[in-house]
T-cell receptor, first 113, second 111 residues
Framework: NAGVTQTPKFQVLKTGQSMTLQCAQDMNHNSMYWYRQDPGMGLRLIYYSASEGTTDKGEVPNGYNVSRLNKREFSLRLESAAPSQTSVYFC????????????FGPGTRLTVL | GESVGLHLPTLSVQEGDNSIINCAYSNSASDYFIWYKQESGKGPQFIIDIRSNMDKRQGQRVTVLLNKTVKHLSLQIAATQPGDSAVYFCAETAGDYKLSFGAGTTVTVRA
């Protein structure tokens, strides 16, 4: 099992450009999450999907949209990137034997110029 | 708002010594707590968890203690090794699928 995979690993955007971060999990988990991590800070929840077909805002949703494409895939879209969105983005999933334990992907390092 | 936080941003420990990392939380409704380890350039990795109906849980070289009276939990690492150098985060949830993370403690192991 690959666990949680994310693409791309690195990305540089110019202000105003758009892009989609991809995430997939092969653990048959129901719930998936997107976090951002800024230097010296913990992870902050952007959006989550408790189950296929549902999405909800987290702590910092402004400037982002998400799509739960199917049970495996959960994408994060930046419609018009801003320098404040420069961060490392992590996708996670949960819903195995221990409902609350979240498994994280390797992250996408995004720089917005 | 309510949040989870760590007492110290950095901890330097001699190889072979025991490490203690502390975390305070303020949400009295939290019922599940997790410690994560994050190595440079990687995503957080689960270490150990504890539910609010317990006050202690042990794993391999790690122990988590939960004191609900003062809303405090700690992670103890026995015989700290160079591979334990990382950032450690505590996280808590009240069962609503949302984890709240503290800012993290950077542990550096001295040879």
């Amino acid at each position: 099992n690959a666990g949680v995979t994310q693409t791309p690993k690195f990305q540089v955007l110019k202000t105003g450009q758009s892009m989609t971060l991809q995430c997939a999990q092969d653990m048959n988990h129901n719930s998936m999450y997107w976090y951002r991590q800024d230097p010296g800070m913990g992870l902050r929840l952007i959006y989550y999907s408790a189950s296929e077909g549902t999405t909800d805002k987290g702590e910092v949703p402004n400037g982002y949209n998400v799509s739960r494409l199917n049970k495996r895939e959960f994408s994060l879209r930046l419609e018009s990137a801003a320098p404040s969105q420069t961060s490392v983005y992590f996708c996670a999933s949960s819903g195995g034997v221990s409902r609350d334990e979240q498994f994280f992907g390797p992250g996408t390092r995004l720089t917005v110029l | 708002g309510e949040s989870v936080g760590l007492h110290l941003p950095t901890l330097s420990v001699q190889e072979g010594d025991n490490s203690i990392i502390n975390c305070a939380y303020s949400n009295s409704a939290s019922d599940y707590f997790i410690w994560y380890k994050q190595e440079s350039g990687k995503g957080p990795q689960f270490i150990i968890d504890i539910r609010s109906n317990m006050d202690k849980r042990q794993g391999q070289r790690v122990t988590v203690l939960l004191n609900k009276t003062v809303k405090h939990l700690s992670l103890q690492i026995a015989a700290t090794q160079p591979g334990d150098s990382a950032v450690y985060f505590c996280a808590e949830t009240a069962g609503d699928y949302k984890l709240s993370f503290g800012a993290g403690t950077t542990v550096t192991v001295r040879a």
